[in-house]
């Protein structure tokens, strides 16, 4: 964990009302899962910094981005900075997905999308294209998907069937099983809204699915001073503890660790 300040590089509007914001390196080796905790260096409008899972980075750490939507002060701030201007960074923070697991299925919603970007580049560069599932309301509700193109085997759904699967991704995900594109026995990694991981994490368990999920928990600092992250948990990895702080053993739990 390293607390630096960076410089702005540029705000990539993705559409859709989602932004990737790129500083100056150097960005240390980074896993999929793993975050930052961001603020700007002046003017920040809220007390503390906000979370946000690394999107992108140079191979050599010579610069990083972050998916961000803004939806309140400290988000819009970051999405406003300017080019030059200074983003103080903490981190690479938390426990990744798993790096044993092959060929995950992975399934987004909204910025969820973002701890998989790496991944597929990951896969790309094996010479096995990432399994990504990506769900939406509409098709401006994809922001980022034009960066998986060419590196990534990507099935989309959105509510109202303006592009893909028409229905929620929870459908699209079975509607592969019965394909045959995704089998039991296959890991599903997810990230998105709280009701769409409950829902993927139900079905997985149904069709024999091992899952693991990234959650979107609100932390304060970041590195387990706070406790204001506690997920209700189960399992031999908590040594009897009820409680787990998701920025230290998250924010990738398996799903069975996590009481519903």
Not at 85 to 103: E, K, T, W, Y
Not at 115 to 121: D, E, G, K, N, Q
Not at 152 to 169: H, K, M, N, Y
Request: glycine share 12%.
């Amino acid at each position: 964990m390293l607390t630096r300040v960076h410089r702005l590089r540029r705000c990539r509007d993705l559409g859709g009302g989602s932004f990737a914001i790129e500083v100056d390196g150097p960005i240390a080796a980074t896993e999929p899962g793993q975050f930052y905790m961001l603020r700007t260096e002046t003017r920040w409008p809220v007390q503390l910094p906000r979370p946000f899972s690394l999107y992108d980075r140079a191979p050599d750490g010579a610069w990083g981005s972050f998916l961000i939507k803004p939806v309140g002060e400290g988000t819009r701030a970051l999405c406003e900075a300017q080019p030059g201007s200074g983003i103080v960074l903490n981190g690479p923070l938390g426990r990744p997905f798993p790096a044993d697991v092959v060929d995950p299925v992975c399934i987004a919603g909204g910025v969820g999308l973002a701890p998989f970007l790496l991944l597929a580049r990951q896969a790309h560069a094996r010479g096995r294209p990432l399994r990504l599932l990506f769900g939406g309301r509409t098709c401006e509700a994809l922001a980022g998907l034009d960066d998986f193109a060419g590196i990534a085997r990507v099935w989309t759904s959105t509510d109202d069937g303006s592009t893909g699967f028409r229905g929620l991704v929870t459908a699209l995900l079975d509607d592969l099983l019965a394909r045959g594109d995704v089998k039991p026995g296959d890991t599903v990694f997810c990230c998105g809204p709280d009701p769409m991981m409950h829902a993927v994490a139900k079905l997985c368990e149904r069709r024999a699915l091992r899952c693991f999920l990234s959650l979107e928990t609100y932390m304060a600092c970041g590195y387990g001073v706070c406790n204001g992250c506690t997920v209700e948990v189960q399992g031999e990895r908590f040594k009897g503890w009820p409680y787990s702080r998701t920025c230290m053993e998250g924010p990738v739990y398996e799903a069975c660790e996590l009481r519903h």
